[in-house]
């Protein structure tokens, strides 16, 4: 069974072909959301990891971003549901060109749109909050700097790759007829 070079539903080559891992690995959708994952995991692990100090007059471990601790927990949330969240579309990927349902296809399309959309816009508040409370940091003795420059940097990145899936997610909808 060939394809025919014309549009698809949502994206989905002809139902019912073969899985080639190869073909999968190579597709840009593929390695884009693999590098929101390593960047995913980059930002919520500097931060669990390194991302909490105890202060010489306090027995309580604040964020190495100017103490401000939401900052902190915001980034690793957003970082934790990116990795859950890159994970569980991968697998999305892999199983949309076997969904013979259109309809199918077109939620799992809208579902990857909006959240990719959505991820885009909270890593970018991600990086304005991180990046200006380490403006704000003024005492940075004993605060690994490496960590925080890594966090603010792979928040940074993870704008874009999740942009860049949004917009795959996007041409994925079938062109519409006049």
């Given at each position: 069974?060939?394809?025919t070079?014309?549009?698809?539903?949502?994206?989905?080559?002809?139902?019912?072909?073969?899985?080639?891992?190869?073909?999968?690995?190579?597709?840009?959708?593929?390695?884009?959301?693999?590098?929101?994952?390593?960047?995913?995991?980059?930002?919520?692990?500097?931060?669990?990891?390194?991302g909490?100090?105890?202060?010489?007059?306090?027995?309580?471990?604040?964020?190495?971003?100017?103490q401000n601790?939401s900052?902190c927990q915001?980034?690793v949330?957003?970082?934790?549901?990116?990795?859950?969240?890159?994970?569980?579309?991968?697998?999305l990927?892999?199983?949309?060109?076997?969904?013979?349902?259109a309809?199918?296809?077109?939620?799992?399309?809208?579902?990857?749109?909006?959240?990719?959309?959505?991820?885009?816009?909270?890593?970018?508040v991600?990086?304005c909050?991180?990046?200006?409370?380490?403006?704000?940091?003024?005492?940075?003795?004993?605060?690994?700097?490496?960590?925080?420059?890594?966090?603010?940097?792979?928040?940074?990145?993870?704008?874009?790759?999740?942009?860049?899936l949004?917009?795959?997610?996007l041409g994925?909808?079938?062109p519409?007829?006049?």
């Open positions: 069974m060939e394809e070079g014309g549009a698809s539903a949502y994206g989905a080559s002809l139902a019912g072909g073969g899985f080639d891992i190869y073909k999968f690995i190579r597709q840009p959708q593929t390695i884009v959301r693999v590098l929101s994952w390593i960047f995913a995991l980059v930002v919520f692990a500097c931060i669990t990891t390194e909490y100090i105890n202060a010489a007059h306090s027995a309580d471990a604040k964020c190495i971003f100017n601790d900052a915001y980034a949330g957003i970082g934790v549901i990116a990795f859950l969240a890159c994970v569980g579309f991968l697998v990927d892999v199983y949309l060109p076997f969904m013979s349902n309809q199918e296809r077109k939620y799992a399309v809208m579902a990857d749109l909006g959240f990719s959309g959505a991820w885009t816009f909270l890593w970018f991600c990086f909050l991180l990046a200006s409370q380490w403006g704000r940091t003024h005492d940075v003795r004993g605060i690994p700097q490496d960590a925080a420059r890594a966090t603010v940097a792979f928040s940074f990145f993870s704008i874009a790759t999740w942009g860049i949004a917009y795959y997610a994925r909808f079938p519409r007829c006049k």
